[in-house]
């Protein structure tokens, strides 16, 4: 079965940098690629995904890459905010009749005001 | 538009007795899931529905645990009897038929005693 491996585990950035997580999955077949954020006691939010079709999509301060060839991807978040501080979890998914998400383990993301 | 609903919140249970864990998905969403969270991990898929039917709980200790979607809406799932090292959160998902997009619960915290 599919396999992510997520690393770090925990990140601590100051207020304005950058943070990148990044993730690696084992099944060529994965085509689907979401993260979530995970506030403490909080439900897991998809806060961008993508499709093994391409190869960087953004929305306002994050952004995901997608290495097919290295089966690697990763988020970029931009002018971090104390409010991104949260738990965040990449996954991975085949398409067609099987919609399993496997996740990563998570990284803990800190964002020192 | 409500998201998916799971009750209770919150349990507290002595070890050997049941319990039981329900979730309302999104409106018109077919497929449900049940993950299991424990602390510090990401979210392990336990049981997937597409309307009624299971298509995949291979990951469900079926021992003790069952599940049901009788109408393909609702979904209870039951452990019986409970042990320590269910204690976790209990997450459910929903999805519309074709997408890979999940959305949680805010999920049950189980504690066994």
């Given amino acids: ?113 | 538009e409500a998201g998916v609903v799971q009750s209770p919140r919150y349990k507290i249970i002595e070890k050997k007795q049941p319990v039981a864990f329900w979730c309302n998905p999104i409106s018109g969403h077919n497929t449900l899931y049940w993950y299991l969270q424990n602390l510090g991990q990401g979210p392990e898929l336990l049981i997937r529905y597409e309307n009624e039917e299971a298509v995949d709980d291979s990951q469900l200790p079926k021992d003790r645990f069952s599940a049901e979607r009788l109408k393909g809406v609702d979904s209870t799932l039951k452990i019986q009897p409970a042990e320590l090292g269910d204690s976790a959160v209990y997450l459910c998902a929903s999805s519309s038929q074709g997408s890979a997009e999940a959305f949680f619960g805010q999920g049950t915290r189980l504690t066994v005693v």
């Fill in chain 1, 1 to 113: 079965g599919e396999n992510v491996e997520q690393h770090p585990s925990t990140l601590s950035v100051q207020e304005g940098d950058s943070a990148v997580i990044k993730c690696t999955y084992s099944d060529s077949a994965s085509n689907y690629f979401p993260w979530y954020k995970q506030e403490l006691g909080k439900r897991p939010q998809l806060i961008i995904d993508i499709r093994s079709n391409v190869g960087e999509k953004k929305d306002q301060r994050i952004a995901v890459t997608l290495n097919k060839t290295a089966k690697h991807f990763s988020l970029h978040i931009t002018e971090t905010q104390p409010e991104d501080s949260a738990v965040y979890f990449c996954a991975a998914s085949m398409g067609g009749s099987n919609y399993k998400l496997t996740f990563g383990k998570g990284t803990l993301l800190t964002v020192n005001p």
